[in-house]
């Protein structure tokens, strides 16, 4: 009882700094531009973006280019996620496939993701088709990796534990690899939930009509900082919203990792 006081207790403490921090960086943005002088178009103040937020809100501007980059970014990492699954569990239940494709996919990390997406939108046109491609391969290495680190992080032991009871192969799937595979496939998933955010911007940044990447790019023919800093904030908005969605996921899926952790705590 007291340990779930005193984490209740320092759980407050900690929502309490978000708001003395986002005070403590406003007071910190006034004092750079007072202290350099600084014009509008240079860095502008918190109350300017502001009222340029409240602007293009009103006005629907923000909220038609913020739903084309989220369906750009939760398709790609959709897409992303599944294919790097897919193939990560094939690669890791079979060393001869791994050294087979491994070389290959390395080498198509080692390409920047702004020197593909020219190709990309080239291949596929200017439309959503190419931003979800990119935003799924910037997903697609760090998934693949995790996948393929969670399932051969399996027990040995509980392998060996689930053909003594002779389970079949979905049930061993099931019931043991996906459960221990989880905690390490969903830290891939949070990469991946931040990187997509990247891809969809590159890929609007590369060629686009609509999106947030679009509108810095207009923005800034427009030395409309302001603008700028409005578009940006949503897109960290938008990355945090999804690295907190498979946060959420994280905790109703893997209970049993917190009740093991409490246990070990109590002993």
Not at 143 to 160: M, Q
């Given at each position: 009882?007291?340990?779930?006081?005193r984490?209740?207790?320092?759980?407050?403490?900690?929502y309490?700094?978000?708001?003395i921090?986002?005070?403590?960086?406003?007071?910190?943005?006034?004092?750079?531009?007072?202290?350099g002088?600084?014009?509008?178009?240079?860095?502008?103040?918190?109350?300017?973006?502001?009222?340029?937020?409240?602007?293009?809100?009103?006005?629907?501007?923000?909220?038609?280019?913020?739903?084309?980059?989220?369906?750009?970014?939760i398709?790609?990492?959709?897409?992303?996620?599944?294919?790097?699954?897919v193939?990560?569990y094939?690669?890791?239940?079979?060393?001869r496939?791994?050294?087979?494709?491994s070389?290959?996919?390395?080498?198509?990390q080692s390409?920047?993701?702004?020197?593909i997406?020219?190709?990309?939108?080239?291949?596929?046109?200017?439309?959503?088709i190419?931003?979800?491609?990119?935003?799924?391969?910037?997903?697609?290495?760090?998934?693949?990796?995790?996948t393929?680190v969670?399932?051969r992080?399996?027990?040995?032991?509980?392998?060996?534990?689930?053909?003594?009871?002779?389970?079949?192969?979905w049930?061993?799937f099931?019931?043991?690899?996906?459960?221990?595979?989880?905690?390490?496939?969903?830290?891939?998933?949070?990469?991946g939930?931040t990187?997509?955010?990247?891809?969809?911007?590159?890929?609007?940044?590369?060629?686009?009509?609509?999106?947030?990447?679009?509108?810095?790019?207009?923005?800034?023919?427009?030395?409309?900082?302001?603008?700028?800093?409005?578009?940006?904030?949503?897109?960290?908005?938008?990355?945090?919203?999804?690295y907190?969605?498979?946060?959420?996921?994280?905790k109703r899926?893997?209970?049993?990792?917190?009740?093991?952790?409490?246990?070990?705590?109590?002993e």
């Amino acid at each position: 009882m007291a340990k779930k006081k005193r984490r209740k207790r320092n759980s407050r403490y900690e929502y309490g700094f978000i708001p003395i921090s986002i005070a403590a960086a406003i007071f910190i943005w006034y004092l750079i531009i007072w202290m350099g002088d600084l014009q509008p178009f240079i860095l502008p103040t918190p109350l300017l973006v502001w009222e340029r937020f409240l602007q293009t809100l009103s006005d629907g501007r923000l909220l038609k280019h913020s739903l084309v980059t989220f369906g750009e970014v939760i398709s790609g990492l959709a897409i992303g996620t599944f294919v790097a699954s897919v193939l990560g569990y094939a690669l890791a239940k079979s060393n001869r496939l791994e050294r087979l494709l491994s070389p290959y996919i390395v080498a198509s990390q080692s390409v920047p993701v702004v020197a593909i997406a020219p190709l990309l939108i080239i291949w596929f046109g200017p439309g959503q088709i190419s931003k979800i491609l990119i935003c799924s391969l910037i997903v697609f290495f760090p998934v693949l990796i995790n996948t393929i680190v969670g399932v051969r992080s399996v027990p040995k032991e509980l392998d060996d534990l689930m053909r003594a009871l002779q389970a079949s192969k979905w049930q061993t799937f099931t019931l043991l690899e996906v459960p221990a595979g989880l905690p390490v496939l969903l830290g891939g998933i949070k990469i991946g939930a931040t990187l997509s955010v990247i891809g969809a911007v590159v890929g609007e940044f590369v060629g686009a009509d609509a999106g947030l990447g679009f509108l810095i790019s207009l923005a800034k023919g427009q030395y409309d900082t302001a603008l700028v800093f409005v578009a940006v904030f949503a897109l960290i908005l938008m990355a945090l919203a999804l690295y907190s969605a498979v946060v959420l996921i994280e905790k109703r899926f893997l209970i049993w990792k917190k009740v093991q952790s409490d246990q070990i705590i109590g002993e």
